[in-house]
């Protein structure tokens, strides 16, 4: 079976833990970026104190030759800074693992078959640069000798993060990394993992957080304004285009709340802008009355909602897939939207890519549905060929845009008014797929009324029945339409087509299904997995076909109330198992395996009983 | 060739209660835009909800009739976005200082440069005859109906306090200084509001009438650039000032953003990074 690509010779485990204010997470992403200008992939998990100094801290890194879905389970290289840190994840250590302790903050127990590498960080650090602010560097070094990797390379990612040469934070981190290295060289430690970066200058991957890859996608996809207020865990991405949107010619707005910062994205979409707004589900609950005014205005408007535990302030810094339903169907009254899940960290720059894509071209709102578990997560993404990013024409049907690609970016605008259509014009013209010509503010003859009121295709307030029955009709025409473009999109579909097995996922739980699939698959259970990223409207007949197919069909997804499971049982009718999971932190293989070793249990007992 | 009036009349012909003071403001600002010399298809005008909500409808431009209290958000969008456009943003009491009160301070704050024609007729006239944010203390509404138990919000002293860079009242009765007004608001670089008193035929507001005929213009040694004077003058209810109360020069939004684009830049040489450079710097 196609198995290949779990199996790999390369794939370990790195954590680093303390307390807050350590610099254990600084240190940890450095690592992390450095591994990444190597050739392989690198996957990190971060758990933060609430408290801004002290408290549990730990970052782990996982390594691994090919691509990886998960965060891993056990620790193969464990570096703690302090006794909490260690006492808290000893537990974790893999068979055979090798930890770095500083002998002067920790007391250890030997545990059978691991190594220990005593190094005192924090005298290290006083003894070359006359205090404790060096000390995560000098584990940064550490690592660097370990790994065997060249010291250039971490030295040029610390004039990167602190400033060129000369400046005296980036004097005292290249010094504490010179004496990381030495203390590693003098204990002999070394290890078979030889991370050296590649001869090529040019890099291939980059190093993102589904956040960071969102706010990337949205600059490749051509959108040059941001409207914003801060809200855990989406922040990142705001921040992110705050800094950049200005570089690339852009404008970032941070408003006074998020319903001012919906209602700025549409006074500049009216005014032709590819636009964007970052939140989570409290924010998306207050846009809810101008999300039906882009919507009945027939704006583009991308929103992001990286979910986070609910209801009301909830779990402000975990993961849940709770925001679906509402997403689909929050606000009052009916109007089109359509609804996408990445399904991992590089997934969230080209679901981006293809938010804008759909929403400039049907003229609605898209709402991008992530998580908190992808938005703070980082990994490796290949740096995609910008280079050939080409904007389609406004006129080519949507199924004929290809779907975002590391190898090939489309994107296109809305549709604008020819000179023709200039006279007489109506704005809100009755068409076959809906979609009518927008004019541009400055563009004469072009005059329109938008209102939010019920309106002919000219935009003229009317309550008659029949103007109402028709522009309901035009406006739901364009999700047809969508609905069309995604059954002629490649299924997302993966595993053996023979499998009895089915699971079907959405969002940020693609990873830990896939493994659970491959896990399975070691154990002769074979899985297939339907995961759509557009899950508002849904590919039907796609759907249809996967659950014909299969004899037992699984859901996972986290939350309470099993919302997409309901869709496959309302609109399907199907009868799935629903494996719902809403602790707040993201469901793991082995919980789904476990389920799938269940469901194949009873599907071999029926197998009996009908022989 | 001189643009008329007309021009800037659009195909739908407004609908207000008959004797409205809004038809005078409509025409007032057609005329203005007219000698101003902006062509139609620069302007946008968003309006909130409300009678003056309509406004948009009846205004060749492009025309945004969006929800209630957002007007100047959206407005916010339309200029950082276009700052080759002129924007005006219309709506009254309650949608102005009542749902989207929250709204002013951070528009004042930004300067964003656009016209606010804040239309006051102290009552909701559309919803025929709740209270509003400026109904005066005791005076019997709809919702109302042993007389109002709040006080009243006065307006200018809280556009005041925002400090907001242009702030003019105008009485309703004199067409011609409520014309001058929005000129020099319009001609304004960064956030103007022309407040107009405005009382309702339909559902009159007891004394307002009278407050308005008794209104005085600002004294013509008024220092605009005094806040402190101009509060006083604004807090003065007999007689009630109309003019320009408070004009200064601060950056706007477009300046603001622009600055804001150049630091950025600094970096690269004052030149735009490309997308390439952008993502090798997350390598």
Known sequence: MGNT???????????????????????????????????????????????????????????????????????????????????????????????????????????????????????????????????????????????????QVLEKLLQDRFGGKGGQATEINLKSLAVGYEAARQAAMGCRFHLSAPSSQKAVYMMLSGNEAIALGAIAAGCRFVAGYPITPATPIFETLTRLMPKVGGTAIQMEDEIASISACIGASFGGEKVLTPTSGPGLQLMGEQLTLAAMLELPLVIVNVQRGGPSTGLPTKTEQSDLKFAIYGTAGESP????????????????????????????PVIILTDQSIGYRKATVRIPAVSNITVVDSSVPCEEIDLPSPDRIQTTNRLEPSSEELRGYKRFKDTDDGVSPIARPGTP????????????????????????????????????????????????CYGPEDAQIGIIGWGSTEGAIREARYLAAEKGIPVRHLHPKVVSPLPNRQIEHFLSEMKQVLVVEENYTGQFAHFVKGLFGARPIEIHKYEGVPIAPEEILSAIEKVAGILDEEDISRV | MKRTSAEYKSSIKPVWCAGCSEYSVLSSVQKVLAELDIPPEDIVVVSGIGCSGRFSHYLNAYSLHGTHGRALPISLGVKAARPDLTVLTVGGDGDGLGIGGGHISHAARKNVDLTYLMIDNRIYGLTKGQASPTTPLGAKTKTSPYGVYEDALAAIPIFLAYDVSFIARGNIGDVSEISELVTAAITHKGMSIVYIVSP???????????TVESSEVVPADHDRTDRLKAMELAYSYSPLYTGIFYQIRKPTLGDRLRDDTDRAQAEAGGKEVTIEQILQSFA
């Open chain 1, 5 to 151: 690509e779990f199996k790999s010779d390369v794939d370990f485990v790195v954590r680093i833990a303390g307390e807050g204010g350590e610099g254990i997470i600084s240190c940890g992403e450095l690592f992390a970026q450095a591994a990444a200008r190597t050739e392989y992939h690198v996957f990190t998990y971060i758990t933060y104190p609430a408290e801004v100094r002290g408290g549990f801290s730990m970052i782990q890194i996982r390594i691994r030759d090919w691509m990886i879905y998960s965060m891993g389970s056990t620790v193969d290289y464990l570096v703690v800074f302090s006794q909490q840190g260690y006492d808290r994840t000893i537990g974790s250590l893999g068979k055979g693992g090798t930890v770095i302790y500083d002998p002067d903050l920790v007391k250890i127990e030997e545990v059978p078959g691991a190594t220990f590498h005593a190094v005192p960080f924090s005298k290290i650090s006083g003894e070359a640069v006359g205090g404790q602010r060096g000390k995560n560097i000098v584990a940064l070094g550490v690592l660097g000798h370990l790994f065997s990797m060249d010291r």
């Open chain 2, 200 to 210: 309702c035929r339909t559902f009159p507001v007891e004394g307002f009438k009278e």
């Open chain 1, 337 to 364: 939207r359509a609804i996408l899940a990445p399904s991992g960290v590089e997934d969230c720059f080209y679901q981006t890519l293809r938010a804008f894509t759909i929403s400039e071209h049907f003229q609605m």
């Open chain 1, 445 to 492: 003859g072009g005059q329109y009324l938008a209102t939010g009121l019920e309106h002919t295709e000219a935009g003229r307030a009317d309550y008659s029945p029949s103007t109402h029955v028709k522009m309901t009709r035009k406006r739901f025409r364009k999700l047809k339409a969508l609905s069309k473009t995604l059954e002629t999109n490649p299924p997302e």
